[in-house]
């Protein structure tokens, strides 16, 4: 899969994994599970969702009625699509916070050691070091928990 540049909207970054193929199976590389049994309509529908502030903008952004956007957050396979694809979001946010965390630090020491009164500054490096220890500690529990599932459909 080709790289993506720093700033990439995550709607790009989704529709970016679904036009990358696998290289074996010519199949969409970001999964070979459920995107292989949707339809483009949906692809379209759960990248909207992941960008969009509200299911009715998501639909009107998909070009599909709202209610069939609704009738398929119902649906197992369109679910579990939407589901990896927030996980997807998740890594991608943990591995852009991890490239800021050396600036947000050393903001914080800026601030710290000149003494001037950067709050807005000291205030976006902490949201930035939080958001990150958010993201990471939900990305763990969420790595545990797939394993723990996994385990139990083998028992």
């Known amino acids: 899969m080709t790289p993506l540049a720093a700033g990439t909207p995550f709607r790009a970054i989704y529709s970016h994994q679904i036009m990358n193929m696998h290289k074996t199976t010519g199949k ?8 292989d049994t949707l339809t483009p309509k949906q692809q379209r ?24 956007l609704s009738r398929w957050l119902g649906d197992a ?10 996980l997807a979001m998740i890594s991608t946010t943990i591995r852009r916070l991890t490239h800021i965390t050396t600036q ?7 601030v710290m050691s000149n003494g001037a009164n950067d709050s ?3 205030r976006a490096a902490d949201i930035a070091l939080g958001r990150l220890f958010d993201l990471k500690q939900i990305a763990d529990f969420e790595a545990r928990i797939a394993a723990l599932e996994r385990r139990a459909e083998h028992e």
Do not use: H, W, Y
Not at 28 to 33: C, F, L, M, N, V
Not at 45 to 68: F, G, W, Y
């Open 120 to 122: 807005v500054k000291l």
């Open 28 to 35: 969409p590389a970001a999964t070979q599970t459920d995107k």
């Open 77 to 86: 396979a369109f679910a579990n699509e939407l589901r990896g694809a927030q």
């Open 104 to 110: 947000a630090i050393d903001t914080i020491s800026d």
């Open 45 to 68: 529908a759960i990248a909207a969702l992941l960008s969009e502030r509200s299911i009715k903008d998501a639909a009107k952004a998909a070009r599909v009625p709202e209610r069939t």
